[in-house]
């Protein structure tokens, strides 16, 4: 109970430090932190293999693309413009509303649930292969779809990035007088 | 007693910080890390339930969603960066030219 | 058997120690043997054979003026080098060092993890976090070209490293490093089965752990040591300490997955009985041979150019690495 409650207070204080640290990079390593932290979650509940996974794919990969655009285009801190004011209102009440729902469907839930201790064998210690098995029988489709998916995602990002490359090389190339 | 509430719980906020992250920022890189914030929320919830059900489903809806998160974030980037060149910027201000 | 939380805490103490104590003598065995190899004598002044050297430096290192860039974003100039030391040592723990219990009746590992092999993988990609915060943080140049050069080489190297033991994971059927060890005194040793995925593992480690050819990020001649420069003292002695400890991650990673881990040759318990069982000592002995080729490379080979190390890493070692598992895969699907 108490590593949970300092592990949701820790990934709380990530993630408010992600929506309010003015400057980018420092704002990524909040979400770092944040991304850290629930993988110690995972950690807690057995989810081992996941817990490996979000570190290498989420913290290794995802964020350091982030910094990787963050220092590319230097962006600075952002300052609230007047004429978005009224969208920082709108956004505590909506979030305001969502937590509040969200929680009291949460808390009010008549069902008992088993806790993590009834845990079968096949799950305890991270449970890659009961992991691999459901992945590669049930869910086999969905597995190639996520595999297409990611590739259909390198070539449009590779192909929206590419195109400045030529323009750039068709620009010399006019400024050269070729 | 830690009990499957708390997980939802713990999810429930970081959805509502992720919310306000996604509404209020204006650079648009927050944004994508606001998107991350609501992704991980989900991934409380998804890993929490699976564990308390017992079953590895769950943790496979998880990979799906950090692989669906990877290719989004590759994508998100890649099109932040085309922004940055045409406008010299990389906030939504810009975007609005698209209702134009 | 489980050790207790107590143990295990002291048991990783004693590893960061070791390790650190590691590094110290790494260091000065590196420059002796380059200076060997370069036909000069390398630092013998302190103490003999030079054997001082390490206490010299570290009291250099801790007495010098430790410069803060007036520039710099202080939180993070001063966060990346312990990110950087932390999870280098932090990667060493799942590695196995002996039969269970062999340590002083506890187990010579700090935890036996299920998913080890991806632990280790964990622990070194955030590695990178270190140098590319140490460049950014720096509001240097030459500093943010060295990090970017670095985490791009990192994660593309990532991705040889894991395409690399795919098959191994496919032939052992477990993620655990010291079933694999298991599996190797059972059957044939990994490198044996997996030949071309050893190469291709050996040389994105190298590059992994950022030495000579592909220590880019550095690269004293063009970028002044890259991500480093603004670092001095202690800072930059942190920095040094997480490239060697990284250096002996690696060596004792290979030896774990690919050579038979702690385990020694089998042949010798005709000789001592049971000596292919001792604990640490085989395990130790296959480091230094790889960390010797990690010194033996870097005074024999040239630093790569950039764009030939990309291309080198995206179209022929991924490449190589990806075909090493499909045949595995295939071979295991269709032939046995």
């Given at each position: 109970m108490l590593t949970f409650v300092v592990l949701s207070v820790l990934m709380i204080v990530g993630a408010v430090g992600v929506i309010t640290l003015k400057q980018p990079v420092h704002a990524a390593l909040s979400l770092v932190a944040t991304l850290l932290t629930l993988a110690v979650t995972y950690v807690t509940l057995q989810a081992h293999f996941l817990a490996a996974i979000q570190v290498i794919v989420y913290a290794g990969a995802i964020m350091v693309l982030f910094l990787f655009v963050i220092m590319l285009l230097n962006i600075q801190g952002d300052q609230p413009q007047p004429h978005f004011r009224w969208m920082q209102i709108v956004a505590y009440l909506t979030a305001l509303l969502a937590a509040g729902a969200i929680a009291a469907t949460a808390f009010l839930s008549p069902r008992e649930l088993p806790n993590a201790e009834l845990m079968s064998e096949a799950l305890a210690g991270g449970g890659a292969a009961a992991i691999g098995e459901a992945l590669f029988n049930d869910f086999v489709l969905a597995f190639q779809l996520v595999g297409v998916l990611l590739l259909t995602g390198i070539i449009g990002a590779v192909s929206l990035v590419q195109r400045k490359a030529t323009q750039t090389a068709k620009d010399e190339r006019e400024l050269s007088g070729v | 007693m830690l009990t499957l509430n708390h997980f939802l719980a713990l999810g429930a906020i970081l959805f509502a910080i992720g919310l306000y992250g996604l509404l209020s920022r204006r650079n648009l890189v927050a944004i994508l890390m606001s998107v991350e914030i609501l992704l991980n929320a989900i991934l409380v919830n998804v890993v929490a339930i699976a564990r308390f059900n017992d079953q590895a489903q769950g943790d496979v809806f998880a990979l799906f969603i950090i692989a669906i998160a990877a290719a989004e974030v590759a994508v998100g980037l890649a099109l932040f960066l085309n922004v940055f060149r045409l406008n010299g910027v990389a906030t939504v201000d810009p975007l609005r030219r698209m209702k134009e | 058997?489980?050790?207790?939380?107590?143990?295990?805490?002291?048991?990783?103490?004693?590893?960061?120690?070791?390790?650190?104590?590691?590094?110290?003598?790494?260091?000065?065995?590196?420059?002796?043997?380059?200076?060997?190899?370069?036909?000069?004598?390398?630092?013998?002044?302190?103490?003999?054979?030079?054997?001082?050297?390490?206490?010299?430096?570290?009291?250099?290192?801790?007495?010098?003026?430790?410069?803060?860039?007036?520039?710099?974003?202080?939180?993070?100039?001063?966060?990346?080098?312990?990110?950087?030391?932390?999870?280098?040592?932090?990667?060493?723990?799942?590695?196995?060092?002996?039969?269970?219990?062999?340590?002083?009746?506890?187990?010579?590992?700090?935890?036996?993890?299920?998913?080890?092999?991806?632990?280790?993988?964990?622990?070194?990609?955030?590695?990178?976090?270190?140098?590319?915060?140490?460049?950014?943080?720096?509001?240097?140049?030459?500093?943010?070209?060295?990090?970017?050069?670095?985490?791009?080489?990192?994660?593309?190297?990532?991705?040889?490293?894991?395409?690399?033991?795919?098959?191994?994971?496919?032939?052992?059927?477990?993620?655990?490093?010291?079933?694999?060890?298991?599996?190797?005194?059972?059957?044939?040793?990994?490198?044996?089965?997996?030949?071309?995925?050893?190469?291709?593992?050996?040389?994105?480690?190298?590059?992994?752990?950022?030495?000579?050819?592909?220590?880019?990020?550095?690269?004293?001649?063009?970028?002044?040591?890259?991500?480093?420069?603004?670092?001095?003292?202690?800072?930059?002695?942190?920095?040094?300490?997480?490239?060697?400890?990284?250096?002996?991650?690696?060596?004792?990673?290979?030896?774990?997955?690919?050579?038979?881990?702690?385990?020694?040759?089998?042949?010798?318990?005709?000789?001592?009985?049971?000596?292919?069982?001792?604990?640490?000592?085989?395990?130790?002995?296959?480091?230094?041979?790889?960390?010797?080729?990690?010194?033996?490379?870097?005074?024999?080979?040239?630093?790569?150019?950039?764009?030939?190390?990309?291309?080198?890493?995206?179209?022929?070692?991924?490449?190589?690495?990806?075909?090493?598992?499909i045949v595995t895969g295939a071979v295991i699907a269709f032939v046995l």
């Amino acid at each position: 109970m108490l590593t949970f409650v300092v592990l949701s207070v820790l990934m709380i204080v990530g993630a408010v430090g992600v929506i309010t640290l003015k400057q980018p990079v420092h704002a990524a390593l909040s979400l770092v932190a944040t991304l850290l932290t629930l993988a110690v979650t995972y950690v807690t509940l057995q989810a081992h293999f996941l817990a490996a996974i979000q570190v290498i794919v989420y913290a290794g990969a995802i964020m350091v693309l982030f910094l990787f655009v963050i220092m590319l285009l230097n962006i600075q801190g952002d300052q609230p413009q007047p004429h978005f004011r009224w969208m920082q209102i709108v956004a505590y009440l909506t979030a305001l509303l969502a937590a509040g729902a969200i929680a009291a469907t949460a808390f009010l839930s008549p069902r008992e649930l088993p806790n993590a201790e009834l845990m079968s064998e096949a799950l305890a210690g991270g449970g890659a292969a009961a992991i691999g098995e459901a992945l590669f029988n049930d869910f086999v489709l969905a597995f190639q779809l996520v595999g297409v998916l990611l590739l259909t995602g390198i070539i449009g990002a590779v192909s929206l990035v590419q195109r400045k490359a030529t323009q750039t090389a068709k620009d010399e190339r006019e400024l050269s007088g070729v | 007693m830690l009990t499957l509430n708390h997980f939802l719980a713990l999810g429930a906020i970081l959805f509502a910080i992720g919310l306000y992250g996604l509404l209020s920022r204006r650079n648009l890189v927050a944004i994508l890390m606001s998107v991350e914030i609501l992704l991980n929320a989900i991934l409380v919830n998804v890993v929490a339930i699976a564990r308390f059900n017992d079953q590895a489903q769950g943790d496979v809806f998880a990979l799906f969603i950090i692989a669906i998160a990877a290719a989004e974030v590759a994508v998100g980037l890649a099109l932040f960066l085309n922004v940055f060149r045409l406008n010299g910027v990389a906030t939504v201000d810009p975007l609005r030219r698209m209702k134009e | 058997m489980i050790d207790s939380l107590l143990i295990t805490f002291l048991k990783a103490l004693l590893l960061v120690l070791v390790l650190l104590g590691a590094f110290a003598y790494m260091t000065l065995i590196e420059r002796r043997l380059l200076g060997r190899m370069q036909h000069r004598f390398g630092p013998n002044r302190v103490g003999p054979f030079g054997l001082l050297q390490p206490i010299a430096d570290a009291i250099k290192s801790v007495f010098k003026e430790d410069i803060v860039v007036s520039a710099a974003d202080k939180f993070v100039y001063f966060l990346a080098p312990f990110i950087s030391i932390t999870f280098a040592l932090s990667a060493f723990g799942a590695i196995p060092a002996g039969p269970a219990g062999s340590f002083f009746g506890f187990n010579p590992w700090i935890v036996d993890l299920d998913i080890g092999l991806l632990y280790v993988f964990a622990a070194t990609s955030m590695g990178v976090y270190g140098v590319f915060l140490a460049g950014w943080a720096s509001n240097s140049k030459y500093s943010l070209l060295g990090s970017l050069r670095s985490s791009a080489q990192m994660i593309s190297y990532e991705m040889g490293l894991g395409l690399s033991v795919l098959g191994l994971i496919m032939i052992t059927g477990t993620l655990n490093l010291r079933e694999i060890v298991d599996y190797q005194s059972g059957a044939y040793l990994l490198i044996l089965l997996q030949p071309v995925a050893f190469v291709t593992f050996l040389i994105s480690a190298i590059a992994e752990v950022n030495r000579t050819p592909f220590d880019l990020p550095e690269a004293e001649q063009e970028i002044v040591a890259g991500y480093l420069t603004e670092y001095s003292s202690i800072k930059w002695a942190l920095f040094q300490m997480a490239e060697y400890v990284n250096m002996m991650t690696g060596a004792a990673f290979i030896s774990t997955l690919f050579l038979g881990g702690w385990r020694g040759p089998r042949f010798l318990d005709a000789v001592v009985p049971g000596i292919s069982e001792w604990p640490f000592i085989w395990l130790i002995l296959k480091m230094a041979i790889f960390m010797f080729l990690f010194i033996w490379l870097r005074a024999t080979l040239p630093r790569l150019r950039y764009d030939q190390l990309m291309r080198f890493g995206w179209i022929w070692l991924f490449e190589l690495a990806m075909l090493s598992a499909i045949v595995t895969g295939a071979v295991i699907a269709f032939v046995l």
